[in-house]
């Protein structure tokens, strides 16, 4: 399992998203089981940066753009494409869902 330091990420959550507590603790337990691909964006958000990431053509950015939300969501997103059967197919699914979305 992924370890990290939970208590900054229950904060850093709470003040990103302006959620409680008890709404934020269960995205913590989340984030222990990402993709471990996911996993160094998640430290470097923890250290305070907003890294960029693409897998297949999904970025950050495009998910942002789309479909707003905290970083933590962007990497929840990200999360479901890769963790399919198919992740590309997945991604370019997703890319042209997006796209259709003004």
Do not use: N, Q
Not at 23 to 51: F, H, M, N, Q
């Amino acid at each position: 399992m992924f370890e990290f330091d939970e208590e900054k990420a229950l904060r850093k959550l709470m003040s990103e998203a302006d959620e409680s507590e008890r709404l934020a603790s269960p995205a913590i337990e989340s984030l222990k089981k990402v993709d471990e691909r996911l996993r160094p964006y998640i430290l470097a958000w923890l250290d305070g940066e907003t890294p960029s990431f693409e897998f297949y053509g999904v970025s950050l950015e495009i998910i942002h753009k789309k479909e707003g939300g905290t970083f933590i969501d962007a990497i929840f997103r990200m999360d479901c494409i890769l963790e399919e059967d198919d992740p590309e197919a997945e991604a370019k699914e997703y890319l042209e869902r997006v796209f259709y979305i003004k």
